[in-house]
């Protein structure tokens, strides 16, 4: 092998080595590059509402209702507000109103923009043939729901309009309830079930899509708008309990004539045992068989509350008790107040109406009635349908013993502050 200045003459040349004194190889012309598609979509998102696919359903935003929804100054003022950006926007409105004869009509505020579609006695606005044809003529798909209440109207209505095809929007300040959990739990259960949640102000802008709209300005102007002043009502419930603290036994024993049984209903305390609460009755049987009642006497049945506190107790005359059940510890409760409902049956044609309901608000110490409300209900005879109500249909005492909450039908929720502790005690 030879070798010079200790270089190998076999050791291959590099590359460089190899072309050198060549000339350079001539670079080849690129492949010219295709052109680029173009980016922009050719259609909306069928995630957003377009004003020539959708329409706005107002859902039973009626007088006797609206007054016992939780900030309903705010949620008619939603509704007016979706109800003029959709006129702005020359997108179909849909109203229905439910029982109009025993729970009113569309609020003015919104009556006086929109026609009624459709009077209903189902929740759903699945059977409202006027507005499923509107739909269906206009080729809307696309449907945004407002009004009352969101956990049974709305809700039915949201979840019977996915099943037949629609996309729908529910505007979530622009429904509501008159307990919050209501409005927490049905929004949770339509979004889950595909329902889309939005709000008035991007229900508004969405539909307008394009600030160089001729609407724009409209819009803004109805997004700008300051929203009524809210009312704070303080959080009112009956006293809760963690655990069952009472247990109901039965005891039915057959008289020896075989023609009547004898009823024995006993509450008793799971804690230590002992008798709370005993009720008698009988009831008297047509025939051997039992299959027919001959007549009652005496209480027919007691139920304990699922939260343990209180009791409700059916008479023979259809009157029923609800009875409130020792609190306990005072200093996991606040044991000022409770309150007792009642039920009578009334055949009275004065009245003209089948139930007459009390609630009275009791010192818990005293046992004394501090106050006393009423409120009635009328049911058809052949159906047990309810078909008006009147009056004052629920209380409820503040969490703090400082306040009571009176839901009266045709008015709004009453707030009234109970006496302090000094002046119940003296």
Known sequence: MSKIDGESLDQPLSDTDANAGQAPPVASKPAETPPLADPLPRSRSRALMSRKTAALLVIDLQEKLVPHIRDHPTVVWNVRRLVDG????????????????????????????????????????????????????EQRDQILLCGIETHVCVQQTALDLIAMGFDVWVAVDAVGTRFKLDDQTALRRMESSGVTLTTTEAALFEWCEDSQAPEFRQISGLVRELPPERVEIPSARYFPRTTPRYVMQTNHQPEPEGHGDHLHFIVRSTETGAVVEQYEGRVEWANPEHTAVASKSGVQSVEVSVDGSAINVQHADEHIDMVYLPMGDPRTNH????????????????????????FQVVDYK?????????????????????THVSGVRQVEISDDGRWMLLTEIGRPPQIMEMPPEQEEQA
């Not at 179909?92 to 009624?116: F, K, M, N, S």
């Not at 107040?337 to 007459?356: G, L, N, P, Q």
Request: net charge negative.
């Open 366 to 386: 005293s046992d004394k009635v501090y106050r006393e409300f009423t409120g009635y209900e009328h049911r058809e005879p052949e159906t047990g349908r309810l």
């Open 86 to 137: 959709a006129n702005m926007l020359d997108l179909p409105i849909l109203c229905t109103e439910q029982y109009p004869r025993g729970l009113g009509h569309t609020v003015p505020l919104v009556a006086d923009r929109v026609e009624v579609d459709d009077e209903k006695s189902m929740f759903s606005c699945r059977d409202c043939r006027t507005v499923v044809e509107r739909l269906q003529l």
């Open 335 to 358: 044991p000022r107040w409770k309150v007792r409902k009642s039920e009578r049956h009334i055949a009275s044609e004065e009245y003209k109406t089948d139930y007459e309901i009390t």
